[in-house]
């Protein structure tokens, strides 16, 4: 079975500043996607980056990248410049690559952005 | 383009009662998926419709069920509320199911509050 991981229930950033969620997940698969989805007060669900796991590079988007360690299967997503509509809860997410209906979620970071 | 709208906002139901959650996906979007966000929890895979078929479901009881409609749309049935059934329930759609979907990743719903007193 795949788990996904995270470490931090909640963290804060002071705005501007960098700030660094953590996520690790445990599969016995090589080929598989990771996604880190954002879920603000207004609840709604939305993707802010996604990786795949057979390609090296990084993935960024803009002032989000991710920190990905596939032998270490850790996946940790970066802040940078952080504004206060960042604050929300944060999860990771794992599927495999053929699989598309079974998305294991992480149990979320609450991420608070100081002013 | 409308996101997945889902209704109602909140709900509320007294244990041993019937809740029916309704989901309205993307257009275009054929699959459907419900997934349940307890208090502390990630959200947990409930069930997976497409082409109006259950594909797959997750470690839920058979209480839960649903069924998705000619067009995508979907219903997700709990019977026999209990307390801990009291949670958010997400809505998800994406065009593609199947092998292929990494560029079509989940578009989620805003949820409903299930509250079982």
């Not at chain 1, 909640?10 to 969620?21: D, G, K, P, W």
């Not at chain 1, 997940?25 to 796991?53: C, G, H, N």
Request: proline share 5%; net charge neutral.
């Amino acid at each position: 079975a795949q788990t996904v991981t995270q470490s931090q229930p909640e963290m804060s950033v002071q705005e501007a500043e960098t700030v660094t969620l953590s996520c690790t997940y445990d599969t016995s698969e090589s080929d598989y996607y990771l996604f880190w989805y954002k879920q603000p007060p207004s609840r709604q669900m939305i993707l802010v980056i996604r990786q795949e796991a057979y390609k090296q590079q990084n993935a960024t988007e803009n002032r989000f990248s991710v920190n990905f360690q596939k032998a270490a299967k850790s996946f940790s997503l970066k802040i940078s410049d952080s504004q206060l509509g960042d604050a929300a809860m944060y999860f990771c997410a794992y599927r495999r690559r053929d699989n598309n209906n079974d998305m294991r979620f992480g149990a979320g970071t609450r991420l608070t952005v100081k002013p | 383009e409308a996101g997945v709208t889902q209704s109602p906002t909140h709900l509320i139901k007294t244990r041993g009662q019937q809740a029916t959650l309704r989901c309205s996906p993307i257009s275009g979007h054929t699959s459907v998926y419900w997934y349940q966000q307890a208090l502390g929890l990630g959200l947990q895979f409930l069930l997976w419709y497409d082409e109006g078929e259950e594909r797959n479901r997750g470690n839920f009881p058979p209480r839960f069920s649903g069924r998705q409609f000619p067009n995508y749309s979907s219903e997700l049935n709990v019977n026999a509320l209990e307390l801990e059934d009291s949670a958010l329930y997400l809505c998800a759609s994406s065009r593609i199911p199947g092998q292929y979907s990494y560029n079509s990743p989940l578009h989620f719903g805003n949820g409903t509050r299930l509250t079982v007193t």
